[in-house]
């Protein structure tokens, strides 16, 4: 079982950046894919980004291509995610989560750990 803890999030003006950390503990040594999502105020759970172990490939929603970038250190078992040019519908609870598997997914069945989150709120 892989431990996820989320840091980063906060209140931010339309415009601005906030980095999002995910620290991963516990059974760590998977080579497996790693993914952000977020939950949009009264909407579902939503995929954001993936990245594979090597961070030789990275996938993105059309909604943050571009403005967003997924990294990870596996030195420090953490994963990031860089949010530039925020807009107010990009506030949400944001999530990390971690597969086994090595291929990247977006659907939430196909992760097996998750965190509790932190919220990101950008105001107009």
């Known amino acids: 079982q892989v431990q996820l803890v989320e840091s980063g999030g906060g209140l931010v003006q339309a415009g601005g950046s906030l980095r999002l950390s995910c620290a991963a503990s516990?059974?760590?040594?998977?080579?497996?894919?790693m993914g952000w999502f977020r939950q949009p105020p009264g909407k579902e759970r939503e995929f954001v980004a993936a990245?594979?172990?090597?961070?030789?490939?990275?996938y993105y929603a059309d909604s943050v291509k571009g403005r967003f970038t997924i990294s990870r250190d596996n030195a420090r078992s953490t994963v990031y995610l860089q949010m530039n040019s925020l807009k107010p519908e990009d506030t949400a609870v944001y999530y990390c989560?971690?597969?086994?598997?090595?291929?990247?997914?977006?659907?939430?069945?196909?992760?097996?750990?998750w965190g509790q989150g932190t919220q990101v709120t950008a105001s107009s």
């Open positions: 516990g059974r760590t040594s998977s080579n497996g894919a």
């Open positions: 990245i594979s172990w090597s961070s030789s490939s990275t």
């Open positions: 989560a971690a597969r086994r598997a090595v291929n990247l997914r977006v659907q939430l069945s196909e992760y097996d750990s």
